[in-house]
């Protein structure tokens, strides 16, 4: 069967239909192409991540021990109660009896 530019044709079963199927692939071929072009060119626009080290100095984020944060400010015994109740919860043994 050849395919026409025509309106109207018929597909393999003779059932007529309203557009050819080169002219629905080209748009569809159009926007695929589109598509990869744009990924390609956004892929081109990474720049390179680069560390600068200076020798001998920590450049991160400065560590807290777990006892400092809000809820405690830095009671460490506090900190452990607080720890050991929260396991004693997860206990089964416990949330059982």
């Given at each position: 069967?050849?395919?026409?530019?025509?309106r109207l044709?018929?597909?393999?079963?003779?059932?007529?239909?309203?557009?050819?199927?080169?002219?629905?692939?080209?748009?569809?071929?159009?926007?695929?192409?589109?598509?990869?072009?744009?990924?390609?060119?956004?892929?081109?626009?990474?720049?390179?991540?680069?560390?600068?080290?200076?020798?001998?100095?920590y450049q991160?984020?400065?560590?807290?021990?777990?006892?400092?944060?809000?809820?405690?400010?830095?009671?460490?015994?506090?900190?452990?109660?607080?720890?050991?109740?929260?396991?004693?919860?997860?206990?089964?043994?416990?949330?059982?009896?």
């Amino acid at each position: 069967m050849s395919v026409s530019r025509s309106r109207l044709t018929k597909d393999e079963f003779g059932r007529g239909t309203a557009r050819s199927m080169t002219t629905l692939m080209t748009p569809r071929f159009a926007v695929v192409a589109v598509g990869a072009l744009a990924l390609l060119l956004a892929a081109c626009g990474e720049r390179p991540q680069v560390i600068e080290y200076k020798q001998g100095t920590y450049q991160g984020k400065p560590d807290q021990l777990p006892s400092g944060g809000a809820p405690w400010n830095g009671n460490k015994t506090e900190w452990e109660s607080a720890v050991k109740n929260r396991n004693q919860a997860q206990n089964e043994y416990k949330r059982t009896n």
